[in-house]
């Protein structure tokens, strides 16, 4: 696939198949990830892996549960939120979470550079993927983690479901680009 064709394709996925992506398929996406640009070549990224769908389920009930009890929520969210049958992860089987190594403002917006390619590789390679800001705030709990493992100081930036798309949601119209020129 070219840069163009995946860059106007790519898509948040909300409906996933069942099938697992082999762990090999993950590793060269994160390792294209790394190619993404930072700040003063600082890659101040890590990636954290969760590839057992039951458990992904399980961390977006408690997510759910989490953010409606504790974040500002319009009540259009809430309702869909409230709703039983939508899981805030899609049922992906996947769950890859780009990590800022430091809470810093530029550590952030380079891990947003870094899981931008990886969703755009993802996409060159047939898969599907949606950055799933909802499930932020409980990722970002110390207890939650501690509970997964992650290095201390480290902060989840980005949690994106992956997998093969059910389907490939249609493409939507784009604004034109506002452009101010300055002379």
Known sequence: M?????????????????????????????????????????????????????????????????????????????????????TIFHHAPALVLVLAKTDTERAREDCCLAAQTLMLAARDAGLGTCWVGFGRPWLNRPETRAFLKLPRGYRVVAPIVIGYPAEWPPVHGRAPAEIHWVN
Do not use: C, G
Not at 26 to 47: D, G, R, V
Not at 68 to 73: D, F, G, I, R, T
């Open 2 to 86: 070219e840069l163009h064709q995946a860059i106007l394709e790519r898509r948040a996925v909300r409906h996933y198949l069942p099938t697992a992506i082999p762990n090999a398929l993950i590793e060269k996406l994160i390792a294209l990830a790394t190619h993404a640009p930072s700040s003063m070549n600082a890659q101040p990224w890590a990636f954290a892996v969760i590839n057992d769908r039951a458990r992904i389920e399980e961390f977006a009930k408690l997510a759910k549960e989490f953010y409606l009890a504790h974040e500002e929520v319009p009540n259009t969210i809430r309702a869909m939120l409230n709703d039983e049958n939508p």
